[in-house]
């Protein structure tokens, strides 16, 4: 347990030193088991909290799920942003990448855990549906940055163009973290819906965020009518 | 700034400079051409019909392959006709480096696609997006290395004009390469 | 239910199954623990099975702490004036293969059994010589990026870096002949 503690310590303090080590496989094999449980204790402890808004079993579906919201974007977004470092000739290997992504995940998902208690107060204070995905948004922004920083830190100097390799990758990430989002959703019950783990695959979420931009100011003149698109998306059940 | 790095300084070491515009092994072409081919299926398998995904399949090799082996005749004609030094197979070596860069840029992209093919209706939209960023990318990487391919060759006393003529061929170059890429994007889509 | 499977189905399928290949071929070294990690978040393990050829040297991790020192030191802003091009890449690269091949030259050494080894030994130690004299020149050449920051003689940390990347490029050339 002290050295999970020291490895806590050491995400928070100096997560570079922590990726400086990715050449050494028998280092990368230690490590990343650790950081990957770190990673998903603090976000489960932060879906806890997020599920705390509606209680009773959402406190369960949204511990599961908030590990994944971390978990898939990086992993969708790592082969890119490699490519994209490469492409601008910043030579990384893989395994610096995927130990980037992984301290990141968990620098963010300690920081989120952290940060827990002042979502939870907020919560306490029974805020309205929208305002409450909202607050999760900025919330998981807020810690979602600094475990970003770690990723462009780790990324060796040099190359032309890296504010382009920089740039992309965000775009990427920032894409799949949106839909991954809208995949696991709901985190924040409605009040007055059902409690589900999992909605139906629908839409997509840009064409969702206008409908709740204009919920949340109270416009409720255009209805949102969510259909399934593409040929292979039909899902079991539906 | 008194210091400033000058362009050149920033150029690769001449080994580099070397590598970078001798051809690209056939492992490296055959991978940037799976990596447009893999993005193009990706975004097929979110397309509504089958019509549809058989048109948008090919699209990212032939938009991008297909725009270069279009306008590749062009500039290296161009650059003969001005007069430049750069030997010829230096500048093919670094269309083909830009290519093959573009196409390792496509493949790392081919995850994150699939999944919006998977979950959503966005891939033909975030394909378009996905060769409009790689294409800028690729263009801007030809650009630096033809006119660092020009810089380095001939004699250096005629080195200002060589270098403003190259600039001004590659940038008609790249304008007439996004307007053929855009044509035939636009003939895939049907319009 | 749909008889037939959705694409994110056909997705997620192939990801489970990849991450049992994953786990597989890891087998034996990672603990359950570790191992339910690996099926889970398989990209990350990805660099553990690398082959034989992809091990680090001897001297990986002090290569590793050299350069991720001098990388700091060109990540900070009042060093952006100095020029290092991508041959901070290259000579991290030519260092890290002499290295591998030295590894290789161990290990060779390690099976030899009784035959006479003084012709490879000589060598690699000649070649791990000079990769940790060139190592500690890169350690100076942090202190010469600071003086090239102060004075702006920038020509000088470029002269120098080609000059490293030269001779790791030849202890490369020798260890391969050798090894």
């Known amino acids: 347990m002290t050295s999970i503690f020291s490895l806590v310590a050491r995400v928070l303090r100096d997560p570079i030193a922590i990726v400086d080590r990715s050449e050494d496989p028998d280092a990368l094999q230690e490590l990343a088991p650790r950081l990957l449980g770190i990673a998903v204790v603090g976000c489960m402890i932060f879906g806890t909290v997020v599920g705390s808004s509606r209680g009773g079993i959402q406190l369960v579906y949204a511990a599961v799920k908030m590990p994944l919201l971390l978990w898939i974007p990086v992993a969708l977004a790592l082969p890119a942003a490699r490519a994209l470092w490469m492409a601008c000739e910043v030579e990384v290997p893989w395994s610096r990448v995927a130990l980037a992504g992984l301290v990141a995940m968990a620098r963010t998902a300690i920081l989120a855990a952290a940060a827990g208690p002042v979502l939870w107060l907020y919560y306490s204070l029974s805020p309205g549906y929208h305002v409450s995905v909202l607050a999760l948004a900025a919330a998981l922004a807020a810690v979602g940055l600094p475990g970003l920083g770690v990723v462009a830190r780790a990324m060796p100097a040099g190359g032309k163009r890296r504010w382009l390799a920089m740039a992309g990758s965000l775009v990427v990430l920032g894409l799949c973290v949106a839909q991954t989002g809208w995949l696991l959703r709901p985190f924040v019950a409605r009040p007055a819906g059902e409690v589900t783990f999992l909605r139906p695959i629908e839409e997509d979420v840009f064409s969702s965020l206008g409908a709740t931009t204009r919920s949340a100011v109270g416009d409720y003149s255009q209805e949102w009518e969510p259909e399934t698109r593409g040929m292979l998306q039909q899902r079991g059940g539906r | 700034m008194e210091h400033a790095v000058p362009a050149v300084a920033l150029a690769p070491a001449p080994a580099e400079e070397d590598a970078a515009r001798a051809l690209p092994d056939a492992a490296t072409v055959g991978r940037a051409v799976l990596g447009f081919g893999l993005l193009g299926l990706c975004a097929a398998l979110g397309s509504a019909d089958i019509a549809g995904a058989s048109r948008i399949l090919p699209a990212a090799l032939v938009v991008d392959l297909g725009a270069l082996v279009l306008t590749g005749p062009a500039l290296l004609v161009g650059h003969q006709y001005l007069g430049l030094d750069a030997p010829v197979p230096s500048l093919a070596g670094v269309l083909a480096h830009a290519f093959c860069r573009a196409g390792a840029v496509a493949l790392g992209l081919c995850p994150a696609l699939l999944f919006f093919a998977a979950t959503s209706g966005l891939a033909p939209g975030l394909l378009v997006l996905s060769l409009a960023g790689i294409a800028f990318m690729g263009l801007s990487d030809a650009f630096t290395g033809l006119r660092a391919a020009e810089v380095a060759a001939g004699d250096p006393k005629s080195r200002v004009v060589r270098d403003a003529k190259m600039q001004l061929l590659v940038v008609g170059w790249m304008v007439l390469t996004a307007l053929v890429g855009l044509r035939l994007g636009f003939h895939l889509a049907g319009m | ?179």
């Open chain 3, 1 to 179: 239910m749909s008889p037939e499977p959705g694409l994110l189905e056909l997705v997620g399928l192939a990801y489970v199954v990849a991450g049992g290949v994953v786990v597989w071929r890891l087998r034996g070294r990672l603990g359950w623990a570790a191992g339910v990690g690996a099926f889970a978040a398989w990209p990350v393990f990805l660099p553990l099975l690398g082959g034989p050829s992809e091990r680090p040297g001897p001297h990986a991790t002090r290569i590793g702490e050299v350069f991720a020192a001098l990388e700091r030191t060109l990540a900070d802003p009042a060093a952006e004036e100095v020029p290092w091009s991508a041959d901070l890449g290259g000579l991290r690269t030519a260092l890290s293969r002499a290295d591998e091949r030295i590894g290789l030259v161990d290990r060779l050494l390690a099976d030899a059994g009784p035959t006479d080894t003084t012709p490879l030994r000589s060598a690699r130690e000649a070649a791990a010589g000079e990769l940790l004299a060139v190592l500690d020149e890169v350690v100076q050449l942090r202190l010469q990026i600071g003086l090239a920051a102060l004075h702006g003689n920038a020509a000088s940390v470029r002269e120098r870096l080609s000059e490293l990347l030269a001779r790791a490029e030849a202890i490369d050339e020798v260890s391969g002949l050798h090894g």
